[in-house]
């Protein structure tokens, strides 16, 4: 009979217990759990706090009384083992409530002490009142009756990871507004950017605003301030730290274990610990969990992945090997997946950014297919990206985002991964089909195919974040959608032309056969069938742009663009300038779920030209890039989107068809609708000049947008200072450089600054308002202030020092504006 003592209750201890006790009957189990709780759902606990889990109880996996009665083990919580003496074979345990220590001897010892939230020691932190981290059950209560006795209507999440994004869809559930700070660029550090950025897009449609880039600085106000490092605060009633755990190791340190680089305490394949001086095997004593540091299943380099699954396998296989079975853990691949709001994230392997940095050679592909067969009700998309390595074939990793079905196929990659396939084994698995499960082709099947494709040389491929550089370099851009689709959005300097008619148009490439031509469609399919159609006729230097248009789309996505509400409605008003026509009250519906880019659009298309003007046609999909798309179409063709809502995973659109003769005017003749300004001047007249332009034009009707460039931006800086990080030359600008509207100098008679203070008297005893009261009615009547990033580059202007509602843009934005316009001024 052997003495097992068992350190942590929850996931891997509460595992490896129970196994135990299946595989031998007399030996003695002792587990120890520092908390009050032991097997609790740790991973169910952000919906507990967004009362989507109602009852209490059912985070609890398991009880003390429970497990005890069960498998016949002495279970002891609120006791902490605070030393461990290997040369005795003893342990020292604290208990908690008591402070009494003692002594138990083991034969064996499973560490299994989990991780913790990382907590910075950073100002203002301990006066904050409203500051939690989540961890456990009592955290859980902590937050949870914060929110009811306190009614928060602001929070702030710091942290964009697992809890952080869970967390904050949990707090929307309450109606709170949430806003996620993420130093990195991205949410959910598992997949790559582009994929994240149909995250970012989720999250916003929901109403939860995205601060990326950009590091947590400290508290002020008793937790009420949230400072970042980039001189931003936010100001809130809730904080949730959720930047991160640590692994628990201070009991394997002070035992002199081997820790690895970032404090895990690291395992051999067998789960054995090691000592911290010779890093020889430690006898009978094993770790397991979020704790330790194991190997990563592809790159066969040290890791550390705080999930579920792998503290689940190491409990189980820590038991077995305790018993005498030959097995072993044979590495993590961090398979992950969760939801958010309407969206499955799923994640398996290493991500591209990963790879590369790990110095694997590697192939990254992107594929857009609808979970099941689209002429069943409501398909829907899933936007895939496979990684492989080039010289082996073996899939290094997989990302996916969509909804029903999702995970499934990042289970069978996973699956393919751990049994070593090569990727062209992809398609010919042979998956489960029906129509409301899957398509004869599977999305999975389809990774192989496109795998095989590049292999065999049929093009290269470029990626959507080589895109813009391409751009710039002058690359050949052929888009083969149909005009419909190119009107909504297109790479800048492409050439339409639509994939069914370019055998006859081939004259109209005017490069040479060798050149490189870069094709895209929406997803990657059609693009594949016109490099067919240009190789056959000649061409030889063909690339795919991966994913098509809509991987490009989402990679260019920008934050909190839409003006959404909490519970996902986005309404828009007018859309397009042009004369409204009367509403006839007449409303076709025309249900386009399931329908995959661009069926919405040429569905929406086909409906607008089958009413009459004034009618009205709603459209219902679920496609989440038709909420772009058809306010694009709509602004181009002379509609107007009465409105734009979010039921559930439906997007419904109401359009009110405009006159045959206005979508001309949106495409062909100038209507003189709009007016720009460029403020070049920092002097106060011609400041003032512009906004009395602009009020005069915004009263008459006017779209106005008014672009300060260069010495035009000390008008929008603030008065008061920032604190911000700028180089030396930086800081001579703006110490040298008027400081917002109270210290403009006039453009004649300045007279050392007497010339100001005079022209401001004179408007204030003829009753003409201050240029701050100037701007502030401009912004009520909805002139546009556009800052040139360029300019602010140039004379070290930083964002957090211009006031509030300005816009940032280069000439690309301002040329944007500068459309269907009839008055257009340099000041």
């Known amino acids: 009979m052997k003495k097992i003592l068992i350190v942590g209750g929850v996931a891997g201890g509460a595992t490896a217990a129970a196994r135990l006790r299946r595989l031998n009957e007399e030996d003695q189990i002792i587990m120890f759990e520092r908390d009050e709780y032991i097997s609790f759902a740790n991973c169910g606990l952000p ?13 609890l996996v398991q009880t003390v009384d429970g497990m005890t009665e069960r498998f016949k083990m002495d279970i002891r919580n609120f006791s902490e083992v605070v030393d461990i003496n290997r040369a005795d074979k003893t342990v020292s345990v604290k208990k908690t409530k008591t402070g009494e220590i003692y002594t138990e ?7 299994s002490p989990g991780a913790k939230p990382i907590v910075p020691p950073l100002e203002g932190l301990k006066e904050a009142t409203n500051l939690f981290t989540l961890r456990n059950i009592p955290d859980t209560d902590a937050i949870f009756h914060f929110i009811e006795s306190k009614h928060p209507k602001k929070a702030v999440v710091v942290g964009g990871g697992f809890i952080g994004v869970e967390m904050a869809e949990n707090l929307v559930e309450r109606g709170i507004e949430v806003t996620i700070v993420e130093k990195m660029p991205q949410v959910m550090a598992p997949i790559d950017f582009e994929l994240a950025q149909l995250v970012h897009q989720e999250l916003n449609t929901h109403g939860v605003h995205l601060v990326l880039g950009d590091g947590l600085l400290n508290f002020s106000n008793q937790g009420k301030n949230v400072n970042l490092e980039s001189g931003k605060t936010i100001e809130t009633d809730l904080i949730i730290l959720a930047i991160g755990v640590v692994p628990e190791n201070t009991l394997a340190k002070k035992a002199d274990l081997a820790v690895g680089p970032r404090g895990h305490i690291a395992t051999t394949s067998k789960l054995q610990v090691m000592d911290g001086k010779t890093n020889e095997i430690v006898d009978g004593i094993y770790a397991i969990g979020d704790a330790i540091q194991v190997k990563d299943a592809v790159a066969h380099v040290d890791t550390a992945i705080a999930l579920a699954w792998p503290a689940n396998r190491q409990g189980r296989l820590v038991a077995d090997i305790i018993n005498g079975k030959d097995v072993q853990y044979n590495g993590s691949l961090g398979t992950s997946v969760l939801k958010v709001f309407n969206l499955t994230v799923a994640a ?14 590697v192939q990254a592909i992107h594929a ?3 979970n099941h067969a689209s002429y069943y009700p409501n398909a829907t998309n899933i936007a895939l990206k496979l990684i492989y390595n080039t010289e082996t074939l073996e899939i290094v990793g997989a990302q996916a985002v969509g909804q029903d079905g999702t995970e499934k196929r990042i289970d069978v990659i996973a699956t393919a991964i751990k049994c070593k396939a090569k990727v062209t084994q992809l398609s010919d698995l042979e998956l489960a089909y029906a129509p409301p499960f899957s398509s004869a082709k599977d999305p999975v099947n389809i990774l192989g195919y496109i795998a095989e494709n590049i292999i065999d040389g049929e093009y290269k491929v470029a990626y959507p974040s080589q895109i813009d550089g391409l751009v710039t370099s002058g690359a050949y851009f052929l888009d083969v959608r149909t005009p419909i689709e190119f009107s909504t959005g297109h790479i800048t300097n492409a050439i339409n032309i639509e994939v069914d008619e370019l055998r006859d148009r081939l004259s109209e490439i005017k490069v040479s056969k060798d050149t490189a031509i870069y094709v895209n469609c929406q997803v990657g399919l059609r693009a594949y069938v016109a490099i067919r159609i240009l190789k056959g006729n000649g061409f030889t230097n063909l690339y795919n742009v991966s994913g098509g248009y809509s991987s490009y789309k989402s990679f260019k996505y920008v934050l ?13 008003d007018e859309t397009t300038g042009q004369a409204k026509v009367v509403a006839t009250g007449k409303v076709e519906t025309v249900d386009v779920t399931g329908m995959q880019c661009p069926g919405p659009l040429l569905a929406t298309y086909k409906a607008v030209q089958n009413i ?4 009205t046609v709603k459209i219902i999909a679920t496609d989440p890039g038709y909420s772009m798309d058809v306010e694009n179409w709509c602004k181009t063709n002379g509609h107007t989107l ?19 003769d206005q979508a001309t005017l949106s495409t062909g003749a100038n209507n003189q609708e709009n007016a720009t300004i460029v403020l070049f001047s920092g002097e106060l007249d011609k400041a003032l000049a512009s906004m009395i332009i602009a009020q005069g034009a915004a009263a008459q009707g006017k779209k106005v947008t008014i672009f300060f460039t260069f010495w035009g931006l000390n008008v929008l800086r603030k008065a008061a200072h920032v604190k911000v990080k700028k180089n030396l030359i930086e800081k001579m600008f703006g110490f040298m450089m008027p400081r917002g509207t109270k210290h403009l100098p006039l453009s004649n008679m300045n007279m050392l600054g007497m010339g100001p203070e005079m022209i401001k008297f004179i408007m204030k005893q003829k009753n003409v308002d201050s240029l701050d009261l100037m701007m502030k009615s401009c912004n009520e009547l909805g002139v546009k202030f556009i800052a040139c990033t360029m300019s ?3 004379m070290g202007i930083k964002a957090e020092e211009l006031v509030e509602g300005v816009e940032l843009g280069g000439v690309g934005t301002y040329i944007s504006h500068n459309e269907n316009v009839g008055t257009t001024l340099f000041i």
């Open 47 to 59: 919906y507990y706090i967004g009362k989507v889990i109602t009852d209490r109880d059912d985070l």
């Open 105 to 111: 001897s083991y034969d064996v010892l499973i560490l």
């Open 348 to 361: 398996t392997g290493n991500n591209q950014r990963m790879a590369e940095m790990r110095k694997i050679p």
């Open 368 to 370: 857009h297919r609808n």
């Open 560 to 572: 909190n663009s839409a003006n959404r509400t909490s519970k996902g409605a986005a309404k828009v």
């Open 612 to 615: 009459a003007d004034g009618d």
């Open 642 to 660: 009465v409105s734009l809502n979010l039921e559930g995973n439906k997007y419904i659109a109401e359009i009110l068809k405009g006159k045959k």
């Open 792 to 794: 602010m580059d140039l």
